[in-house]
């Protein structure tokens, strides 16, 4: 039976934007590989860590939510381990609350991002409308004048 996970892990930040990728790309194909399946996956960039880790004071974090098999998790971490890359990480599984919680936050997510798209317009009205406003009292001074 699968169960489901989230796995947070913090990348040295000497890698380039093509280099993270690829040490992305390599967890997620070893998630496709053993037979679990990814749910999410978020990148959350560059941070600043809250202490050194490594003599390292920042580094990229990324989030990966996964279904899979309980055995993987070891050998997924074993994997963290070996990568030279990754400088700390934390796999977590979820009950079913937690799963709830991450949906709904995904939602909200998503929700924010669109939420900019439709608001600009309305601005960009409202500041015609003004521009109009504006325009008829500069009309009405010429008038009088």
């Known amino acids: 039976m699968l169960k489901q996970y989230e796995t947070v892990f913090i990348a040295t930040p000497v890698l380039s934007e093509q280099q993270m990728k690829e040490a992305v790309?390599?967890?997620?194909?070893?998630?496709?590989?053993?037979?679990?399946?990814?749910?999410?996956?978020?990148?959350?960039?560059?941070r600043q860590l809250a202490y050194p880790i490594q003599h390292k004071t920042s580094g990229f974090y990324y989030l990966i939510e996964f279904r899979a098999n309980p055995?993987?998790?070891?050998?997924?971490?074993?994997?963290y381990h070996r990568d030279e890359r990754i400088i700390r990480f934390l796999t977590v599984a979820l009950d079913k609350d937690a799963v709830a919680y991450a949906e709904?936050?995904?939602?909200?997510?998503?929700k924010k991002a669109e939420a900019p798209v439709e608001a600009a317009p309305v601005k960009a009205k409202a500041k015609l409308q003004d521009d109009d406003v504006d325009d008829e009292e500069e009309e009405a001074n010429e008038d009088n004048a």
């Open 25 to 46: 790309a390599k967890y997620i194909q070893l998630i496709k590989d053993n037979g679990g399946e990814v749910v999410y996956e978020e990148d959350w960039g560059l």
């Open 71 to 79: 055995e993987f998790v070891d050998v997924l971490e074993t994997q």
């Open 104 to 110: 709904h936050r995904r939602e909200n997510r998503k």
